[in-house]
């Protein structure tokens, strides 16, 4: 895969509008995820899944892919802070060309972008532990679903900015 035709400033052009976005924040124990609305204005933080086996996992996506009728994913892209692809981009690249072959996903045209992550995750942690326990909120998922949420909300910003 051609990384730089999947990031965001090179596909959003191509971005389907209306349309329902689904934001992932893929990690190695669990996927953060968030919708966006039609409009793609306002993300909100979905859910947390558990990750088990790599089918599972893309079966719990395609799950959501069809109970919000989404039409395109953005996958936050772990980028070092001095913008160096991270071993963590070799990650999102591989479940998302694996998940492209997948049974529950092949066939269906979906918009895909990489949307840098960087300092989502952090910003977060930050918000949440004014408010709750860190640890009870990783623990409970609730940062991983806001993670998803920051990362395609920074997306449709972006992309409302360019159009």
């Avoid at 990690?27 to 968030?34: C, D, N």
């Avoid at 990783?138 to 920051?150: F, I, N, R």
């Amino acid at each position: 895969m051609t990384v730089s035709k999947h990031l965001l400033k090179n596909r959003a052009p191509q971005c389907p509008f209306p349309a329902r976005l689904l934001g992932v924040d893929l990690g190695k124990k669990t996927i953060g995820l968030a919708v966006s609305n039609d409009m793609q204005t306002v993300a909100t933080p979905l859910e947390t899944v558990k990750r088990t086996k790599f089918s599972q996992d893309v079966m719990a996506l395609a799950a959501v892919l069809d109970d919000y009728n989404i039409q395109g994913i953005v996958f936050g892209y772990p980028l070092h802070m001095d913008g160096r692809r991270s071993g963590g981009c070799d990650a999102v690249e591989s479940f998302v060309d694996e998940m492209r072959k997948h049974d529950s996903v092949a066939g269906r045209h979906l918009w895909i972008a990489f949307h840098d992550e960087r300092l989502s995750t952090v910003s977060v942690e930050e918000s949440v532990d004014q408010f709750v326990d860190k640890k009870s909120a990783k623990e409970s998922g609730v940062t991983d679903k806001l993670a998803a949420q920051v990362i395609l909300q920074g997306a449709l910003d972006y992309m409302a900015r360019q159009r």
